[in-house]
């Protein structure tokens, strides 16, 4: 499993750090999903033979938020 910290914009309340939580939660192969609205980002660990990058990305924008 690889570490990652991805920002993501567009987050304003608990109620987007909860959708972002659960989308990025969502994916196969991601794993200890911490999101934090006030340094605007997302860390999780990922298995890179089940999710890539972009993948992560897309799932934060498919939430309404936009990667950073």
């Not at 690889?2 to 989308?23: D, N, P, Q, R, Y």
């Amino acid at each position: 499993m690889e570490k990652l910290t991805v920002g993501i914009t567009g987050m304003s309340c608990a109620h987007c750090v909860k959708a972002a939580t659960e989308a990025l939660s969502e994916l196969k192969g991601v794993a200890n999903v911490l999101v934090s609205l006030e340094d605007n980002n997302a860390t999780l660990e990922y298995d890179t033979a089940l999710v890539a990058i972009a993948d992560i990305n897309a799932a934060i924008t498919e939430a309404g938020f936009a990667p950073a």
